[in-house]
């Protein structure tokens, strides 16, 4: 996981970016899917802002089969959510 917080540098939030890093350890599998999002993300599109991210969860929940994978794909959406102001 050494190359994960450089990733999570990308994000635009930094308090997301934080929260994170610090729950890395917490939330192994949310981590590591949030990574790839985010790599995913910056290869495709060269950022990973939060509506890009949870546009692309949304996308890989409707094409996982897996339950345990789609309850962690739903807590990162959760996250991902509670880190994104509203449009005012």
Known sequence: ???????????HNPALSA???NA???MPDESALLATAIRSLLVSQGHAS????????IGTLET?????TAD???????LVVSYTMDDI
Do not use: G
Not at 50 to 57: F, M, Q, T, Y
């Open 24 to 26: 890395a350890d917490l």
């Open 64 to 68: 996982t089969h897996d339950a345990t």
């Open 1 to 11: 996981m050494a190359q994960q917080p450089d990733v999570f540098s990308a994000l």
């Open 50 to 57: 939060n509506k890009d991210i949870i546009l692309w969860l």
């Open 19 to 21: 929260y994170v890093r």
């Open 72 to 78: 962690v794909i739903r807590h990162c959406l959760e």
